[in-house]
């Protein structure tokens, strides 16, 4: 069945960087539209950054864009998230999702603290 695991979450520092990564089964990440999403205490949950299936169609939330990267691995069947230029405002938790055929799948999460 489909399955996506999110690790790499941990502490970092403003300025510094992260890299997130979402292991899938169950499918071919190169055939699915993947995304990062991310949810902060008392905030909606909001899209962070999005990979197309087809080609390498990227997009990004406006708070992110020019320092966040999304990227795929076909060989690892693994999805990233390069989080560079870190901020305290970067603080969540950060969700790997997958459209399969109109069916949407979610990650368990993993929480990203910035902090001095």
């Known amino acids: 069945q489909v399955q996506l695991v999110e690790s790499g979450g941990g502490l970092g520092q403003p300025g510094g960087s992260l890299r997130l990564s979402c292991a899938a089964s169950?499918?071919?990440?190169?055939?699915?539209?993947m995304y990062w999403y991310r949810q902060a205490p008392g905030k909606e949950r909001e899209l962070v950054a999005r990979i197309a299936s087809t080609y390498v169609i990227t997009s990004y939330h406006d708070s992110v864009r020019g320092r966040f990267t999304i990227s795929r691995d076909h060989a690892r069947n693994t999805v990233y998230l390069q989080m560079n230029n870190l901020k305290p405002e970067d603080t969540a938790v950060y969700y790997c999702?997958?459209?399969?055929?109109?069916?949407?799948?979610w990650g368990q999460g993993t929480q990203v603290t910035v902090s001095s």
């Open positions: 999702g997958a459209r399969i055929s109109s069916t949407d799948y």
């Open positions: 169950g499918f071919t990440v190169s055939a699915a539209a």
